[in-house]
């Protein structure tokens, strides 16, 4: 993640001089070359080198906030989790019903199966045999939560540079 405070860009410069930042593709990017910009009076970001005639790059990215790449954190968070207990996990991006990117995130392994929606986009299937994960904005209708008694959520939560579960 990017600092968004300019002393700390300068330090991110330098330790990353030889890398090359991309617009995610999975983040429904255009999969373009980003450049750091350095601002003093707002939040520094990354941005798009402009197009070849100069005009600005036109990126159809929709989603820009910090919890926009929270896909890829539980895939991080679930791949950490089950190899202290020593599984192995795949993982996909599904998008049932043609939903974005990102959405939800199958998490598998020997012993079982997760299927984290992490927005409203896609409703949650509770009598299957992947249990639901529930971001804190999907809502959950009464009626089931007084048939199962319980749900599992999850919530990614900024901490310095890094977003934790």
Not at 65 to 76: C, E, I, L, W
Not at 118 to 140: N, S
Request: aromatic share 8%.
């Amino acid at each position: 993640m990017l600092p968004m405070e300019a002393i700390e860009l300068d330090a991110f410069r330098h330790a990353h001089e030889r890398d090359t930042f991309w617009c995610g593709t999975l983040l429904g990017g255009c999969g373009g070359q980003l450049t750091t910009k350095l601002y003093t009076d707002r939040a520094c970001h990354f941005a798009h080198h402009p197009d070849p005639d100069g005009l600005p790059h036109v990126c159809g990215r929709a989603a820009r906030g910090v919890n926009s790449a929270d896909h890829r954190n539980v895939k991080s968070a679930a791949a950490a989790w089950l190899a202290a207990k020593g599984e192995q996990a795949t993982f996909a991006y599904i998008r049932p019903g043609g939903g974005p990117v990102g959405s939800v995130v199958d998490v598998q392994w020997r012993g079982g199966a997760l299927r984290v929606h992490l927005d409203q986009a896609v409703a949650p299937v509770w009598d299957d045999a992947v249990e639901p994960v529930l971001g804190t904005m999907v809502p959950v209708d009464r009626d089931m939560l007084a048939h199962r008694w319980y749900v599992h959520r999850i919530r990614f939560d900024s901490e310095g540079t890094a977003r934790c579960p």
